[in-house]
């Protein structure tokens, strides 16, 4: 068989934008190689989540392996490892030796010449610069880095798949007008997280990239049926090399608990019954797949829903849509009237899914093809600009209702007029503490 189940949905991109077999877009993403290149001023909550995003995304993007040199002594100043140094949260995502030069490199912070592309931050807003030197601005958001390293992966990742080589910018604030300080912000208490999938996954990944007071309140519900299967491996953020068949929930929790959280599990798909007790969040976070469920959202008491959806195919794949929901906004009435693409009874009518079929039979065939192309550095994007959605509502600010971005953007596409949603049960965890 010429078909790693792991790589897949990465590989399918290559397959159908270019219309190659899945035994070649294997091989191009084992021969990609990545090297993250610490550099001067990084010792920052954006810096250090700019590094460990980019690894924990590119590992999973450039198969043939990615390593971190650079100044990794550093006492760690990010929430997503228990660590107390760099190094070591490294070490537990994992990196992988190759010793020839790396295909594509990333910088991250000053001083990290000679690098294809350099990511920089400043307060809200995030991107890459391609060349080795980006202006680094207010250091003290770790979503920034989070869209930092993110976005750096994704350009490397397009300049080695297509030669697309140009500067990507995000601005996580929900609104054109001036942000507050991240100092100044108030961070969730208490999530329900529905779908932990790959949005699901980097919902997670950026809330615990959020720097919690000592002692904060801070609680999730973590929903879904599903269990991890060797196809997550290549989407989704917190899936281990080795651990397949567990429930989603199970995996996600443990990751939850070791970094603060308080996790309830329900590990069932939802059901038009569910409704809130008392208390239980009032904040949700979509990344649910289909339509049908979206719907069952309003029935179930949330007073705020922020749902996300990703593209699907090899020529949308790097879009990504937040919405905001709320009582007088439903989320029902966004929806009502649609309905899900049907599957196809066979594979796309390409070489590589013939041959596929020959190897592994129609039904198989099939189901790869009506897969969605995905890559996580994409998901991590989308999950850092939901949780900023979550700031700004426990905040008390205005949000766009909806918009729809591409990671490739150069810039941040026009969103629509900003509202403020009710935030009467919506508790929030107090102000981010600060690293010395």
């Known amino acids: 068989m010429t078909l790693s189940r792991q790589l897949s949905r990465v590989a399918k991109l290559l397959v159908d934008a270019e219309g190659i077999g899945f035994a070649e877009a294997e091989r191009r993403l084992r021969s990609m190689t990545l090297e993250i290149r610490v550099g001067a001023c990084a010792m920052n909550p954006a810096g250090h989540a700019a590094v460990l995003t980019a690894l924990a995304v590119g590992r999973r993007t450039f198969l043939g392996g990615v390593r971190v040199i650079g100044d990794l002594g550093q006492p760690l100043q990010s929430s997503l490892s228990p660590r107390a140094w760099l190094e070591d949260a490294i070490a537990d995502i994992g990196t992988t030796s190759f010793a020839e030069p790396a295909a594509m490199s990333i910088g991250i912070g000053t001083d990290v010449a000679p690098c294809a592309f350099a990511t920089w931050w400043d307060g809200w807003r995030a991107g890459v610069r391609q060349g080795e030197h980006a202006a680094l601005g207010v250091s003290n958001n770790p979503l920034a880095g989070v869209a930092a390293g993110a976005h750096a992966v994704g350009a490397a990742f397009n300049g080695l798949r297509c030669g697309l080589m140009h500067p990507a910018d995000i601005d996580l604030w929900p609104t054109f007008e001036a942000a507050p300080d991240f100092s100044e ?52 953020i917190l ?70 959806g990703l593209g699907r195919t090899a020529f949308d794949f790097d879009r990504y849509r937040v919405n905001v929901f709320d009582q007088q906004r439903r989320i029902d009435a966004h929806f009502a009237g649609m309905t899900d693409a049907a599957p196809k009874e066979i594979a796309p009518d390409l070489p590589a899914y013939q041959q596929l079929q020959s190897e592994i039979g129609r039904c198989g ?9 995905a890559v996580p550095y994409v998901s991590a994007v989308a999950g850092a600009t939901a949780i900023a959605r979550a700031i700004a509502i426990t905040s008390g600010q205005a949000c766009a209702p909806g918009e729809v971005q591409r990671v490739s953007a150069q810039a941040r596409r026009p969103t629509g007029n900003p509202s403020r949603v009710e935030t009467r049960g919506i508790g929030h965890a107090g102000n981010p503490k600060e690293y010395i």
């Open 185 to 236: 912000v108030f961070l969730p208490s208490a999530c329900w997280l529905m779908g932990l999938g790959n949005l699901g996954q980097a919902f997670l990944w950026s809330l615990a990239a959020l720097p919690y007071a000592d002692g904060a309140e801070r609680s999730l519900v973590l929903q879904d049926f599903d269990r991890v299967s060797e196809e997550n491996w290549g989407t989704s």
């Open 239 to 308: 899936v281990p090399d080795d651990r397949f068949g567990e429930l989603k929930t199970k995996l996600a929790e443990g990751w939850a608990e070791v970094r603060g959280f308080k996790v309830r599990r329900l590990d069932r798909a939802l059901q038009a019954d569910l409704k809130l007790a008392n208390d239980e969040p009032r904040l949700a976070l979509s990344g649910f797949d289909k339509v049908a469920p979206r719907r069952l959202l309003a029935g179930v008491g949330f007073e705020a829903i922020i749902d996300v």
């Open 365 to 373: 065939a099939a189901e790869i093809g009506n897969a969605s192309v």
